[in-house]
């Protein structure tokens, strides 16, 4: 059993929770967050065996294995490095890191202590996602033109968007998704998924651009992000301030796949020219975030065998693609993080 303490309280926090109890391979031992009544209301509803509001506590806890990380995305740096030093393994929510030198100092770190790292893109380790991923090389190998490009789309209005046109107006604070000090915005807090999809199905492209609609803040509410390849395009439409329900294309000849719900690939169908129609993935899971966790427990208990270093070192390499594109496609819509000018000047 794979004791695990968590950082942050948010929904996203209580849904990893539940997944881990799932799986019985994990139990909840500690919930840190800096109000000790927010991490007291989740460690008495799920159980877990303690709750604080100093992070030490949590870290240092010599019967923790390993640290979810569900803070602000400008703090999952800080938050890693500290779970690194205290020689525990960490699973922290996507995008891991806001810039690739953070992801580089902290991979190097945790490699100098002997420690894992897993960015929890949870629909890259789905078993659906196996299935499309599949279902792509079988086409590929099968038609005259293997592959002739793709829309990805993801629309998820938030919650907090009244807040930020209120925080506008000066009325309110700047809630975190919607804040660049935070490495909020659209692209780092849902574009993450697509280009997951894209960079595992593709690979690196030859060139990127993002374009986009800023708030007043600068922080990017809707925007088109391109990959260019040799011979194909991708695009993806990402926003935060907008309800989307169109879903997303890959195109084969006269074929096309059409996945609902590129966040979580909640479903894929294979339609003709014709019309005519397969239903090739409808699997719904009882907790989006069981595979994932599953897949890191097989890593960490098995760190011997072969097949799982090989497993998590091509995670490494596609988490890094993903954070050098995301990178790249805020340098080219002049988006700056704060994270870009904190930490490493």
């Not at 078993?127 to 002739?148: A, D, E």
């Not at 960490?300 to 993903?322: A, F, G, M, T």
């Not at 002049?334 to 930490?343: H, T």
């Amino acid at each position: 059993m794979l004791n695990v303490g968590t950082i942050g309280t948010s929904w996203i926090t209580e849904q990893f929770i539940q997944a881990l109890k799932l799986t019985r391979r994990y139990h909840i031992k500690g919930v840190y967050s800096r109000t000790a009544k927010s991490a007291q209301d989740i460690a008495t509803f799920y159980h877990a065996d303690y709750y604080t509001d100093q992070l030490n506590n949590l870290l240092y806890d010599p019967e923790i294995h390993i640290v979810y990380v569900a803070s602000p995305n400008s703090l999952h740096f800080e938050h890693t490095m500290a779970a690194i030093r205290a020689g525990k393994h960490i699973i922290v929510e996507k995008p891991a890191f806001s810039s690739v030198k953070e992801w580089h100092a902290a991979h190097d770190y945790a490699k100098e202590q002997g420690v894992k790292i897993f960015e929890a893109a949870l629909h890259y380790h789905s078993r659906n996602y196996r299935r499309l991923r599949q279902l792509v090389r079988n086409l590929q190998k099968g038609h005259s033109h293997p592959f002739v490009g793709a829309n990805f789309n993801i629309g998820q209005y938030s919650s907090k968007y009244d807040q930020f046109v209120d925080s506008m107006k000066g009325k309110v604070d700047e809630p975190n998704v919607f804040n660049l000090d935070y490495s909020g915005g659209s692209l780092m807090d849902i574009g993450v998924y697509p280009i997951y999809v894209a960079l595992d199905l593709f690979g690196m492209p030859d060139a990127v651009n993002y374009h986009t609609v800023k708030g007043a803040n600068l922080v990017d509410l809707f925007g088109m992000a391109i990959l260019t390849y040799k011979t194909f395009q991708v695009n993806i439409f990402i926003s935060k301030a907008v309800h989307s329900i169109m879903p997303s294309e890959i195109y084969f000849d006269d074929e096309t796949i059409v996945i609902e719900g590129i966040t979580r690939i909640a479903s894929v169908r294979l339609i003709n020219k014709l019309g005519q129609e397969a239903k090739v993935i409808d699997y719904r899971p009882e907790n989006v975030m069981y595979d994932e966790l599953i897949a890191f427990s097989e890593i960490i208990q098995e760190p011997d065998n072969i097949q799982q270093q090989v497993r998590y070192e091509d995670w490494k390499q596609l988490s890094l693609q993903v954070a050098q594109v995301m990178e790249q496609l805020r340098q080219s819509a002049g988006i700056q993080l704060a994270a870009d000018d904190s930490y490493f000047g």
